[in-house]
T-cell receptor, first 112, second 119 residues
Framework: KQEVTQIPAALSVPEGENLVLNCSFTDSAIYNLQWFRQDPGKGLTSLLLIQSSQREQTSGRLNASLDKSSGRSTLYIAASQPGDSATYLCAVKAGANSKLTFGKGITLSVRP | ETGVTQTPRHLVMGMTNKKSLKCEQHLGHNAMYWYKQSAKKPLELMFVYNFKEQTENNSVPSRFSPECPNSSHLFLHLHTLQPEDSALYLC??????????????????FGPGTRLTVL
């Protein structure tokens, strides 16, 4: 059974810092991996999707990497801003028609 | 209105009540999903519908009854719920649950959720 772990559960950084959010998964046979953002009491917004054949994806100040063999993904946020404060969730998919398995998320707070 | 909408945004109900959650997507998608998000637990998939047909029921108790009359609308009918059912219920949609022609069509777009409290 696939398990997705995100540690730490919460992180607080000063504005402007570059930071890395980690995600690990137990079964390396994945189809794709997604990073989502969730603002308090709101739904999820897809940030980046990495297919199993890819090593990384970039969108603006965000860069997500995937290392299937070690069961890890990282979300790199450059020059963090208070508006980046949110919960970031990682989710993996085992197959094309499989469900997403989510981690519990990392709650990020960027201090002005 | 665009994207995925959910109503109501907040709901408080007693254990003997019957209520329904509504989800509507304006994205032309064919797949719709119900998720449950409880405090300190990962997001849990409840149901998946593809072209109005239920394709997955993730061992959800029968007190939760989904309905998908068309590809744009999804309901979750609630009856005789328990306090532990209190959670944020999220609806999502995607073009399809899988891929088409090697292109990923399964990116899910989420609604804002319904915060349910069962007394």
């Amino acid at each position: 059974k696939q398990e997705v772990t995100q540690i730490p559960a919460a992180l607080s950084v000063p504005e402007g810092e570059n930071l890395v959010l980690n995600c690990s998964f137990t079964d390396s046979a994945i189809y794709n991996l997604q990073w989502f953002r969730q603002d308090p009491g709101k739904g999820l917004t897809s940030l980046l999707l990495i297919q199993s054949s890819q090593r990384e994806q970039t969108s603006g100040r965000l860069n997500a990497s995937l290392d299937k063999s070690s069961g890890r993904s990282t979300l790199y946020i450059a020059a963090s801003q208070p508006g980046d404060s949110a919960t970031y969730l990682c989710a993996v998919k085992a197959g094309a028609n499989s469900k997403l398995t989510f981690g519990k998320g990392i709650t990020l707070s960027v201090r002005p | 209105e665009t994207g995925v909408t959910q109503t109501p945004r907040h709901l408080v109900m007693g254990m003997t009540n019957k209520k329904s959650l509504k989800c509507e997507q304006h994205l032309g998608h064919n797949a719709m999903y119900w998720y449950k998000q409880s405090a300190k637990k990962p997001l849990e998939l409840m149901f998946v519908y593809n072209f109005k047909e239920q394709t997955e029921n993730n061992s959800v108790p029968s007190r939760f009854s989904p309905e998908c009359p068309n590809s744009s609308h999804l309901f979750l009918h609630l009856h005789t719920l328990q306090p532990e059912d209190s959670a944020l219920y999220l609806c999502a949609s995607s073009l399809s649950p899988g891929t088409s022609g090697g292109t990923s069509t399964d990116t899910q777009y989420f609604g804002p959720g319904t915060r349910l409290t069962v007394l």
